[in-house]
């Protein structure tokens, strides 16, 4: 099989998946119109220096590491298929994992921000989750601010001697957590308590997310550490590639 048709093959699989998955009425990540214009507005320029060195950081790998595209692939279905998994927690947001810590530690945070809002935009038009307004709000939380915890958290296990598959599941887990806490922070500013402001606010929206989503983050540190163990297996090649030619790129 060519490299042309392993793209082509990998697109159906993510295009298949995003027709057959179960869709329910309400909205996934925070919904169509409910963040004000300035807001999307400030959010989706937040993610656009991410996009740029992702788009960067992708045409480079296309080139060098063609043995990495299906890797690149598997993790985007990932992504998606774990994200639509979602526990309604929220009036204009819902619980789910990510899966962009995966993401994050195999191809670095700006890659993720190019894989998360390709899902967010499959997500929006196919599954009626999320919007396009809150585009980049969606997409700074579950695609910028996660992985650059995760990524930022594994580098720190590394230096502290963790055991590798630990490290792996608690730089995942908690990446998951901290995209809730922006996704809070976001709906926070968005709409500040009349008693409290911001703060009260931001305290009430983690209340409401807390129960659903600290098992879903146990859960996908879990599953993230499952598939880095697989990936040691029987993608060790590609692994010690993207290690080697990861260096002096964006984190």
């Not at 992708?58 to 990932?78: D, E, I, P, V, Y």
């Not at 307004?133 to 910028?144: D, E, I, P, R, Y």
């Not at 995209?179 to 709906?187: A, G, K, M, R, W």
Request: net charge positive; proline share 5%.
């Amino acid at each position: 099989m060519t490299s042309s048709e392993k793209k082509i093959l990998s697109l159906s699989v993510m295009v298949s998946l995003a027709i057959c998955v179960p869709q329910t009425a309400h909205g996934m990540h925070i919904m169509e119109g409910y963040l004000p214009p300035a807001f999307c507005v400030f959010w989706g320029a937040l993610c656009l220096p991410f996009l740029v060195a992702g788009v960067i950081a992708l045409r480079k790998l296309t080139q060098n590491q063609r043995r990495s595209l299906l890797l690149l692939a598997m993790t985007g279905a990932f992504v998606f298929v774990i994200s639509s998994l979602k526990i309604p927690s929220v009036t204009g947001s819902c619980s789910h994992m990510t899966g962009t810590g995966l993401g994050a530690l195999l191809f670095g945070v700006p890659v993720t921000s190019v894989l998360g809002i390709i899902v967010l935009v499959f997500q929006t038009l196919l599954l009626a989750h999320g919007g396009l307004t809150t585009l980049g709000a969606n997409t700074f939380s579950m695609a910028v601010a996660g992985p650059l915890v995760t990524v930022g958290l594994y580098q720190i296990g590394k230096k502290l001697r963790f055991p590798k598959l630990l490290n792996v599941f608690l730089a995942a887990a908690l990446g998951d957590l901290l995209t809730y806490c922006v996704t809070s922070l976001q709906l926070a500013i968005a709409y500040p308590s009349a008693e409290g402001g911001i703060g009260a606010s931001f305290l009430e929206f983690l209340t409401v997310f807390a129960p659903t989503q600290l098992p879903l983050a146990l859960i996908e540190g879990i599953l993230t550490m499952v598939v880095m163990v697989g990936l040691q297996s029987y993608a060790k090649p590609e692994l010690s590639l993207l290690n080697t030619q990861r260096r002096g790129l964006f984190l």
